[in-house]
C-alpha cells in the first residue's frame, strides 16, 4: 500500500464520550460525507457498538441507506434532501426526513412518515423563516412531527448572534410544543456544545469534534481520529541550483537531499502547500519543495535518514488538520472531506489500538 488513511476508532470513542459530557443530551453523531471522510459505515456501526449514541444525521437517502445495508438500527436523520428523492428509501429503510419547505411538507403529508421540521432562525440556508411559522403551524395538526430543529451560523465566533437564534428557536418550539409535547429538539453543532446549554433542547448534533477538531479555543481535549500516511517512492541527491517539480518554482542552494512522496492533490493534499506543507518523516519535519502534483509531492529531506519505503505522515497528530487549514485559509472540514477513496481507510479498533497507543503517538 503506497497511501492509506488510519482511522483511529478508540480515539473516535474518547471524542464521543468528551462531547457528551459536555452537551449532556441525547447525540446524533454527523455522519454526513462519508463521516467527513472517515467511513460512514464503520464509525457508524462503530459507534452503535460501543457508545450509547442515539443516531445518526446524514445529508442525503443514498448516505442514509448505506448505513442501514451495513446494518445500523438506531435512527438516521436526513438533513438536506428532497423528499422527491427520497420517497423510494424513505420506509424500506426507515428513515427520518427533515422538511424544511412547504413543497416538502406536503409530501411529507402524503407519504404520512414521522418527520423533522427545521426552522430558519438566522443561517438562511434551509428552513422555515419566521414569517412562515403562523401558517406552518396551522398546517401541522395531526401530522406525525417526530422533531424540530434550527442550525447556527456562527456558533465558533459570535456568542450574541447564536444566543439570539437560540431565543427565537425557542420561541417557535414553545408554540409547537402544545400540540406536539415530546418531540426532539435540536441546534447544537460541534461548537455550540461549548456553550453547555442547559435548556429546552433534547440532542445535538456533532460532527467535527468527534473526529477530533476542536470547533474553537477552550473546548476540551480531543484526539484526531484520522491520520494520512504514503510511502517514498525514491530519494535523491539534486545538485545545486536543481529545479523542483511544475513550473520550477523551487531551486535547490546546495546540493540538497529530497524524498518523492506517493501523494498528491488527487489523494486530496492541497496544492497550496506547494513549498509551504511539511510532512513527517522518521520523526523530523520535511518541507515541500515545489509544487505538489496530481500524484506525487517533493520534500527536503536534508539531514533525514529517509530511505525509499520509508513513511511520510502528511496529517497526524503533529500536522493536524485544523493547523494545515489555517496555513492556508481552508477549513479543516474541507482537508477530510477531500482524502479521495484512492486512499485507503484503515482501521484501527479498540484492541489493535491499546497495543499501538504504546508505541508512540505520531
Ligand atoms: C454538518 C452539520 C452539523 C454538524 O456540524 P459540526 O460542526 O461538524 O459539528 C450539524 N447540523 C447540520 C444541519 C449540519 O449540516
Known amino acids: 500500500m503506497l497511501r492509506w488513511a488510519e482511522v483511529h476508532l478508540e480515539r473516535l470513542l474518547l471524542n464521543y464520550k468528551t462531547v457528551k459530557k459536555l452537551c449532556r443530551k441525547q447525540v446524533y453523531a454527523v455522519v454526513k460525507a462519508n463521516a467527513y471522510g472517515h467511513g460512514s459505515r464503520e464509525v457508524a456501526t462503530f459507534l452503535e457498538k460501543n457508545s450509547d449514541v442515539y443516531g445518526f444525521a446524514v445529508a442525503t437517502y443514498e448516505e442514509g441507506a448505506c448505513l442501514r445495508e451495513a446494518g445500523v438500527k438506531r435512527p438516521i436523520l436526513v438533513m438536506s434532501s428532497t423528499l422527491e428523492e427520497g ?17 416538502e411538507l406536503r409530501l411529507a403529508k402524503e ?5 423533522h421540521l427545521k426552522v430558519d432562525t438566522g443561517m438562511g440556508r434551509l428552513g422555515f423563516l419566521e414569517e412562515e411559522w403562523g401558517e406552518l403551524l396551522s398546517e401541522l ?3 406525525p412531527v417526530a422533531g424540530v430543529m434550527t442550525h447556527f451560523s456562527s456558533a465558533d465566533e459570535d456568542e ?11 420561541k417557535f418550539v414553545s408554540t409547537l410544543k402544545k400540540e406536539f409535547p415530546n418531540i426532539e429538539i435540536h441546534a447544537e453543532n460541534s461548537a455550540a456544545a461549548l ?6 433542547l433534547t440532542h445535538c448534533r456533532v460532527g467535527l469534534a468527534l473526529y477530533g477538531v476542536p470547533p474553537e479555543e477552550g473546548y476540551p ?3 484526531q481520529v484520522m491520520k494520512v500516511k504514503a510511502k517514498v517512492l525514491t530519494v535523491k541527491e539534486l545538485p545545486p541550483n536543481y529545479p523542483v517539480s511544475y513550473s520550477k518554482t523551487y531551486r535547490t542552494k546546495e546540493r540538497e537531499r529530497v524524498a518523492v512522496i506517493s501523494f498528491g492533490y488527487a489523494d486530496g493534499y492541497p496544492r497550496e502547500l506547494s513549498n509551504r506543507g511539511e510532512v513527517l518523516i522518521k520523526g523530523k519535519m520535511c518541507p515541500v519543495r515545489g509544487r505538489v502534483c496530481m500524484d506525487m509531492t517533493v520534500v527536503s529531506v536534508d539531514g533525514v535518514s529517509a530511505e525509499k519505503g520509508d513513511v511520510a505522515t502528511l496529517y497526524g497528530d503533529a500536522i493536524t488538520f485544523k493547523s494545515v487549514a489555517e496555513k492556508i485559509g481552508k477549513i479543516p472540514y474541507e482537508l477530510m472531506c477531500s482524502i479521495s477513496p484512492r486512499v485507503e481507510r484503515v482501521y484501527f479498533g479498540l484492541q489493535k489500538c491499546n497495543a499501538e497507543s504504546s508505541a508512540g503517538t505520531v
Open 221 to 223: 481535549e480531543l484526539r
Open 160 to 170: 450574541e448572534f447564536t444566543l439570539c437564534q437560540l431565543k427565537k428557536f425557542e
Open 141 to 143: 395538526q395531526g401530522l
Open 195 to 200: 456553550y453547555r446549554f442547559n435548556n429546552f
Open 87 to 103: 420517497r423510494e428509501f424513505l420506509k424500506e429503510y426507515e428513515l427520518t426526513p427533515v422538511v424544511y419547505d412547504f413543497t
Open 111 to 115: 407519504l404520512n412518515v414521522p418527520f
